[in-house]
């Protein structure tokens, strides 16, 4: 390739984002440095169909993340902030979730809410009355437009697919549903509670109640799965699915059953070769049937981006609600920095402190511009949109992204070798570039280090 420096191993680690889902969304942010962790197409211009920002990126909006902790059970591969209880107590939970909402509203000052993201954990295990009580919360003390996406995480099981008309009638409008696999076998290696036959239904039932916004997760690189079986399975999501699917490539994590199990050699995941060829056969496949990859892990047909995680991907402000949840928003109408926030992870510790002092915020962080230059790269280019330079030129002042990349050997080679675009209206990872990113973004983080002089 010429390089020297690109793998072909792809980075599709769940990012939902369940987000950085943040769960997708709580955990949606993962910095590069030491603030809360560690993260980490051709030349030719082509034309990218991402939906437009509707408002603008002011510190008086930001979207809601809503974090509800617990599970029915936990999964093999998880280590998000999650916990299995036989008696939650639901009236405490709604309670505390409300007031923590009107609270970080109030601390942040802004004047309107664009979207709301319920994850998890299980969001669809809490009442649809929970629910409600936050979406009436937010419409109570800001603005929050009639249609305005609300989304819900969602297991397929029985239980879970029956409630989906009551999410509705209480203000839900699009469903992220787990279905993970079309594999019995794998689903119980993942330790998922649900069946093949259910995952069908329950998409099919969601897709009947939210037409055009049901999208469908899916996990790659499971143990023993082949190219072929990856194929017929992926056509069969096809057969049922809605306008959005989102591919999560499986990870070892720490602690988690599954890492134990690979670690003694009870089974293997693919190779990174078989990694890759699995998201590129997904890549054909999905865009054979009109599916377009917006986001290094999320494909949507007709028009059914999910606007809310479009808002981490661009850096807007996020307030994060819930045991464990993340937040990134200035305070009280954008008079001082932006902060990273952490809530308490412990539930029970959590509404404690909420009872006490209104809010759970476990840990605050002021961010400078650096760090925020940081995450806009971190994040901004795993979409086909990249970095405009409009929104680069706002946080970076006097150095455009030309003359902070451009004259690098690294990033001149990436981009003659068909990885990056770099040019005046911004800098975007090519097709290919968005299947090796892992390996170009620590390069250009090691640039911006270098070149940057607004700290």
């Not at 981490?312 to 990134?328: E, F, K, L, N, T």
């Amino acid at each position: 390739m010429g390089t020297g420096i690109i793998s072909r191993r792809v980075y599709l680690s769940s990012f939902s984002w369940n987000t950085l889902g943040f769960s997708v969304a709580a955990n949606i942010l993962l910095p590069w440095k030491s603030h809360f962790g560690q993260l980490l197409t051709r030349t030719v211009h082509q034309e990218v169909n991402v939906i437009e920002s509707k408002t603008p990126e002011t510190d008086d909006q930001a979207v809601l993340y809503v974090h509800w902790p617990y599970c029915a059970k936990r999964c093999t591969y998880c280590n998000f902030n999650k916990y299995v209880s036989e008696s939650v107590d639901h009236e405490r939970m709604a309670q505390c979730l409300e007031t923590e909402t009107r609270t970080l509203l109030k601390l942040s000052g802004v004047k309107q809410i664009n979207s709301i993201f319920f994850g998890g954990g299980t969001p669809s295990l809490a009442l649809p009355s929970t629910i409600e009580r936050v979406i009436n919360t937010v419409r109570d003390k800001v603005t929050f437009k009639p249609g305005s996406e609300v989304t819900l995480e969602a297991n397929p099981t029985k239980l879970e697919t029956e409630r989906l008309r009551d999410f509705k009638t209480v203000g839900v409008n699009r469903v992220s549903i787990g279905v993970q696999a079309l594999n019995q076998n794998h689903l119980n290696l993942l330790g998922r509670e649900h069946t093949v036959e259910q995952s069908i239904s329950c998409v099919k039932k969601a897709g009947a109640l939210f037409p055009g916004r049901v999208s469908v997760d899916v996990i790659f690189g499971r143990p023993k799965q082949t190219l072929e079986d990856w194929r017929i399975e992926l056509h069969r999501v096809l057969s049922f699915c809605d306008d959005h699917i989102s591919l999560y490539q499986l990870t070892l994590e720490a602690g988690t059953p599954l890492y134990r199990w690979v670690k003694e050699k009870q089974c293997e995941l693919p190779d990174s070769d078989t990694m890759a060829d699995l998201y590129s056969e997904a890549i054909q496949i999905l865009g054979d049937h009109g599916f377009e990859r917006y986001e290094v892990s999320n494909f949507a047909r007709n028009g059914a981006q999910c606007s809310h995680n479009w808002a981490y991907w661009r850096g807007m402000q996020y307030i994060g609600v819930g045991p464990g949840a993340h937040g990134r928003f200035s305070i009280q109408d954008g008079g001082g920095p932006r902060e990273a926030r952490i809530q308490t992870p412990l539930p029970d510790t959590w509404m404690t402190e909420v009872e006490n002092r209104g809010h759970g915020t476990r840990k605050s962080e002021p961010l400078s511009n650096q760090q925020r230059l940081e995450e806009m790269v971190i994040l901004g280019l795993r979409t086909i949109e990249g970095i405009p330079s409009s929104r680069w030129n706002r946080l970076s002042r006097n150095q455009d992204l030309i003359s902070v990349f451009g004259n690098s050997e690294k990033v001149r080679n990436m981009v003659e070798n068909n990885l990056l675009y770099l040019d005046e209206s911004g800098l975007r990872a090519s097709s290919h570039g968005l299947m090796v990113l892992d390996s170009i973004i620590p390069h250009l983080l090691n640039v911006l280090e270098k070149n940057i002089t607004v700290k």
